[in-house]
């Protein structure tokens, strides 16, 4: 089955605590984006890569980092956490061959950070 | 940049009533427009597209028309369900970009 696999569901921490949100497709996708989701302001952009090794900063990268060593992999590293990064995170993933490609969704990871 | 503004919610309806959520959006050239559906607890999932003006996207009893010269792309149902209870956001990719630009969601509740 064709899916985006994040990983926790759900993640409590404490600030300063760094932590790593996996993101796995199975699809052979070669573009992979991580968003994040507030009320009132949508879902917005934090990283995004177009391929392995090709990494770029989306709208609100400040405080997170990513890698892509493999295609598959995407994961989302934070390195100290901080209470303005209690979100719900959403990796996504698509072919890059045109820009009417739909996007799918992993189910989500809802963060709290104390 | 490009952007998406959708209608704020919530919105009650009660079954088998007529949905209308507005979406207008600002971009360059000619950007493909989609809207995206989230049920409850889940990720989200592509609800129909439209990639040229005056396309209409449709899915599920849902439809939207890429009106270029109004620049929107409002979503329509005209009988809706429980069911259709979620949250629908209207996005855009621009041209040249495979970024996907969010509005920032309208919450859609249908009573029985």
């Known amino acids: 089955e064709a899916q985006v696999t994040q990983n926790p569901r759900y993640l409590i921490t404490v600030t300063g605590k760094k932590l790593t949100v996996t993101c796995s497709q199975n699809m052979n996708h070669e573009y992979m984006s991580w968003y994040r989701q507030d009320p009132g302001l949508g879902l917005r952009q934090i990283y995004y890569?177009?391929?392995?090794?090709?990494?770029d900063k989306g709208d609100v990268p400040e405080g997170y980092k990513v890698s892509r060593k493999e295609k598959r992999n995407f994961p989302l590293i934070l390195e100290s956490p901080s209470p303005n990064q209690t979100s719900l995170y959403f990796c996504a993933s698509s072919f890059a061959g045109a820009t009417n490609e739909k996007l799918f969704f992993g189910s989500g990871t809802q963060l709290s950070v104390l | 940049g490009d952007s998406v503004t959708q209608m704020e919610g919530p919105v009650t309806l009660s079954e088998e009533a007529f949905l209308t959520i507005n979406c207008t959006y600002t971009?360059?050239?000619?950007?493909?427009l989609f809207w995206y559906v989230q049920y409850p607890g889940e990720g989200l999932q592509l609800l129909l597209k439209a990639t040229k003006a005056d396309d209409k996207g449709s899915n599920k009893g849902f439809e939207a028309t890429y009106r270029k010269e109004t620049t929107s792309f409002h979503l329509e149902k005209g009988s809706v369900q429980v069911s259709d209870s979620a949250v629908y956001f209207c996005?855009?990719?621009?041209?040249?970009?495979?970024?996907?630009?969010f509005g920032a969601g309208t919450t859609v509740t249908v009573r029985a």
């Open positions: 996005a855009l990719r621009g041209p040249n970009d495979y970024k996907l630009s």
């Open positions: 890569s177009m391929n392995v090794e090709v990494t």
């Open positions: 971009a360059t050239g000619y950007p493909s």
